[in-house]
């Protein structure tokens, strides 16, 4: 059997000619084995109908497997020929012919030193992508993450605001005076207690 790779063959047929030239080898060895088995079993039968015959089942056995391997001989040698048509005359694409998918090389033809110029440039592209890709991501994540701190903020606001209200419905207009009066008497009212707790460990020593 053929062992001359044919590409461009198994491209246009979707199988390779070698495969194809297998499977019809062994289908007709197949149909020739079933043959001989219905030989040899007519051939017994008729024998069965003869009384005088001397010949065993084994001696017509061994003929039968005789005259099988003459025939698979001369198969062989015959399918040797067919395979050598078919492969040439009818499995083949000439060197002329093109495929309609492969007319594109014809039309823009590329040498090697291209092809790798556009493979580097291929891979240049897919790392580009895929940096651009984490870039998108990192920014996706940095989006999400002020996302959260605005509304922390917008939260903080609203408690200053409420704060704002209640110093108004208490009379106090400037929410920055009424906070620096806040600080200043919660700063005082510290010194006050630590004076008082001067005081109180003072007096627990006299006692």
Same mark, same amino acid.
């Given at each position: 059997?053929?062992?001359?790779?044919?590409?461009?063959?198994?491209?246009?047929?979707?199988?390779?000619?070698?495969?194809?030239?297998?499977?019809?080898?062994?289908?007709?060895?197949?149909?020739?084995?079933?043959?001989?088995?219905?030989?040899?079993?007519?051939?017994? %039968?008729?024998? #069965?109908? +003869?009384?005088?015959?001397?010949? &065993?089942?084994? /001696?017509?056995?061994?003929?039968? =497997?005789?005259?099988?391997?003459?025939?698979?001989?001369?198969?062989?040698?015959?399918?040797? %020929?067919?395979? #050598?048509? +078919?492969?040439?005359?009818?499995? &083949?694409?000439? /060197?002329?012919?093109?495929?309609? =998918?492969?007319?594109?090389?014809?039309?823009?033809?590329?040498?090697?030193?291209?092809?790798?110029?556009?493979?580097?440039?291929?891979?240049?592209?897919?790392?580009?992508?895929?940096?651009?890709?984490?870039?998108?991501?990192?920014?996706?994540?940095?989006?999400?993450?002020?996302?959260?701190?605005?509304?922390?903020?917008?939260?903080?606001?609203?408690?200053?605001?409420?704060?704002?209200?209640?110093?108004?419905?208490?009379?106090?207009?400037?929410?920055?005076?009424?906070?620096?009066?806040?600080?200043?008497?919660?700063?005082?009212?510290?010194?006050?207690?630590?004076?008082?707790?001067?005081?109180?460990?003072?007096?627990?020593?006299?006692?």
């Amino acid at each position: 059997m053929s062992v001359r790779p044919m590409a461009y063959e198994t491209q246009f047929f979707g199988f390779t000619p070698q495969t194809c030239m297998l499977r019809i080898y062994l289908a007709f060895q197949d149909y020739l084995f079933e043959i001989m088995v219905v030989v040899e079993s007519v051939i017994l %039968k008729k024998l #069965e109908a +003869l009384p005088s015959c001397r010949i &065993s089942r084994f /001696e017509i056995r061994k003929s039968t =497997e005789k005259f099988l391997h003459f025939m698979k001989a001369r198969f062989d040698q015959l399918f040797g %020929k067919m395979e #050598e048509v +078919l492969l040439q005359l009818v499995l &083949s694409i000439p /060197e002329n012919v093109l495929l309609p =998918e492969d007319r594109a090389h014809q039309q823009y033809p590329c040498s090697q030193e291209e092809f790798r110029a556009l493979q580097d440039e291929i891979a240049q592209l897919q790392q580009q992508c895929r940096a651009e890709a984490a870039a998108g991501q990192a920014l996706r994540a940095e989006l999400e993450e002020q996302r959260v701190v605005q509304a922390e903020l917008e939260k903080v606001v609203q408690w200053f605001d409420g704060l704002e209200n209640i110093c108004r419905e208490h009379g106090t207009g400037n929410f920055k005076e009424s906070l620096e009066f806040l600080t200043q008497n919660c700063k005082k009212l510290q010194g006050v207690l630590g004076d008082v707790e001067k005081k109180s460990k003072k007096i627990k020593k006299c006692k």
